[in-house]
């Protein structure tokens, strides 16, 4: 995404900026452990979280990257740290729901390991094309792809990625034949896109936004639920005729199994209850993302979910794990 390292700054001066209250009110703080490198999009979720955490939970809260392995690292830590809620991981689809099912040996259990706190925000995907495709709509797309079998290709950001996931689910849900064209990256995939050299991407709300309304590509669907906010007329690809179909980037708290239910509780509550701040929504809006909350059950539900979806699709693209 495009819009990310120009607000970094202001988002690590907010995380920064803790209540002195918060301070001094425990004998160690908090920590949100990213497993992402500063400056990505899960890192500003936490560093725009952290603060009103903070001022809610009367205690310091630190951002803590721990980068490696796809996440892997980060989740492990957080796995085998102590149970005391002191400790929580920012996890997302990709991490705790598309890798699992994607990578063998994975050194952590996404649902045993962990005890989900509450959604914090999402990130929508949106399926774009080149504007010399004929398609205007998502029905027509499929009527055009299964009148050319094996003409259209699409790019993802890399084998597994939640882009080529999603667009392999659309072909089993359609029926419809197409390649895949993986790049190492969303950027250079969605630049292929522009230049018309592979027609079709399921790429993230925020850089679809910026093209569509540049006329470099269209936009035929929303990979959600629910529509986008800010694009009320676009349907979504469930309503295009594919009940169910969803690729929804979702970013979440979680911490070590067995922590106290009080604590897991206290921490919900407070999580909430700073997502729903209107900082914090002002923020998250600017960024093309959406503030989400979610009771721990429900996250719980979401996650088991998503995994399922995923060992489908995975298992039907003929992908092995690694």
Do not use: C
């Not at 992402?36 to 009103?52: I, K, M, N």
């Not at 080529?164 to 359609?174: D, V």
């Not at 059950?297 to 979401?302: F, G, I, R, S, V």
Request: glycine share 8%.
């Amino acid at each position: 995404m495009t819009t990310w390292l120009p607000t970094l700054g202001l988002v690590l001066a907010g995380a920064l900026a803790l209540p002195l209250q918060a301070q001094t009110a425990a004998d160690k703080p908090v920590r949100i452990v990213v497993p992402f490198a500063a400056g990505g999009p899960t890192d500003v979720v936490a560093r725009v979280l952290a603060p009103r955490l903070a001022a809610g939970l009367k205690r310091t809260v630190i951002v803590e990257n721990r980068v490696g392995a796809t996440g892997a690292i980060g989740a492990a830590h957080v796995a085998k740290s102590a149970p005391d809620g002191d400790t929580l991981l920012l996890g997302t689809s990709s991490i705790m729901a598309a890798n699992p099912n994607l990578t063998a040996n994975l050194p952590f259990d996404p649902v045993g390991d962990f005890t989900p706190i509450s959604l914090v925000a999402t990130v929508e995907n949106i399926l774009v094309v080149h504007p010399s495709v004929p398609a205007k709509s998502v029905k027509e797309l499929v009527a055009y792809a299964k009148a050319n079998p094996g003409k259209l290709s699409y790019a993802s950001s890399g084998v597994g990625s939640t882009y080529h996931l999603g667009a392999e689910m659309f072909r089993s849900m359609t029926g419809i034949e197409w390649t895949h064209v993986p790049y190492k990256g969303a950027a250079p995939a969605i630049q292929d896109v522009l230049a018309g050299h592979v027609p079709v991407m399921f790429d993230n709300a925020s850089s679809a936004i910026q093209n569509m309304k540049a006329g470099r590509v269209r936009a035929l669907g929303v990979a959600s639920l629910r529509r986008y906010p800010s694009l009320p007329e676009l349907p979504t690809i469930a309503e295009e005729g594919l009940p169910g179909y969803e690729t929804t980037i979702w970013i979440a708290l979680f911490v070590p199994s067995k922590t106290p239910a009080a604590q897991v509780q206290l921490l919900n509550r407070e999580v909430q209850a700073a997502v729903n701040s209107a900082e914090y929504k002002e923020r998250l809006q600017g960024l093309d993302m959406q503030p989400r909350v979610s009771s721990p059950q429900e996250l719980a539900d979401y996650l088991k979910s998503d995994l399922a979806k995923w060992a489908r699709v995975v298992k039907d693209a003929g992908i092995k794990p690694e």
